[in-house]
């Protein structure tokens, strides 16, 4: 049972334009939800990241909006850089205690130039 | 460049062998992670220690044991492993009671299990 999911395993956007990414998640006992960045033979790095009381927050070019009656966040990266072609994991943890983070299952962003 | 370091960063062993994998941060962090990751799926939790001590086993098989010496150190130690617990190992850390959930991982462990 996955408690977090992104439905699109790619995108691919052209150099300068908008990257939307989705994610969707189940248990509503999550607080803080994350984005990483992972490149291909190295650990995720961290992106940005939005409490649950919040609806959106905001990092230079990566903007994360949280919509929690749809259970939805999404990460705006605006204009999106050949270098940002990674794949991105949504992650959320939970307010029980249990500090572990739990990942969805990835967007690989192609950025074409 | 990463501050949690892990070795080694590429490890081929066989069913039988006896190995560790190692992790370091000095950021002051007192919560630690071992997280498991194959091709192509998210990275899933394998073990949390809190202030040295095992807060989350996940349950993990008792061919992988892990140990956390002090606040900076993170082992996990294989043996009898199967191919199919070929993956990237990845360790994290992170502040205890983090109001920002962050964790910060190094690069990880690819190991192989012949």
């Known amino acids: 049972d996955q408690q977090v999911k992104q439905n699109s395993p790619s995108l691919s956007v052209q150099e300068g334009r908008i990257s939307i990414l989705n994610c969707d998640y189940t248990n509503s006992m999550f607080d803080y939800f994350l984005w990483y960045k992972k490149y291909p033979a190295e650990g995720p790095t961290f992106l940005i990241s939005?409490?649950?009381?919040?609806d959106k927050n905001e990092d230079g070019r990566f903007t994360v909006f949280l919509n929690k009656s749809a259970k939805h966040l999404s990460l705006h990266i605006v204009p999106s850089q050949p270098g940002d072609s990674a794949v991105y994991f949504c992650a959320a943890r939970s307010d029980t205690g249990r500090r572990a983070l739990t990942f969805g299952s990835g967007t690989r962003l192609q950025v074409q130039p | 460049d990463t501050e949690v370091t892990q070795t080694p960063k590429h490890l081929v062993m066989g069913m039988t062998n006896k190995k560790s994998l190692k992790c370091e941060q000095h950021m002051g962090h007192r919560a630690m992670y071992w997280y498991k990751q194959k091709a192509k799926k998210p990275p899933e939790l394998m073990f949390v220690y809190s202030y040295e001590k095992l807060s989350i086993n996940e349950s993990v098989p008792s061919r992988f044991s892990p140990e956390c010496p002090n606040s900076s150190l993170l082992n996990l130690h294989l043996h009898a492993l199967q191919p199919e617990d070929s993956a990237l190992y990845l360790c994290?850390?992170?502040?205890?009671?983090?109001?920002?959930?962050?964790?910060?991982f190094g690069e990880g462990s690819r190991l192989t299990v012949l």
């Open positions: 939005i409490s649950s009381i919040k």
């Open positions: 994290a850390s992170s502040q205890a009671g983090g109001s920002t959930g962050e964790l910060f």
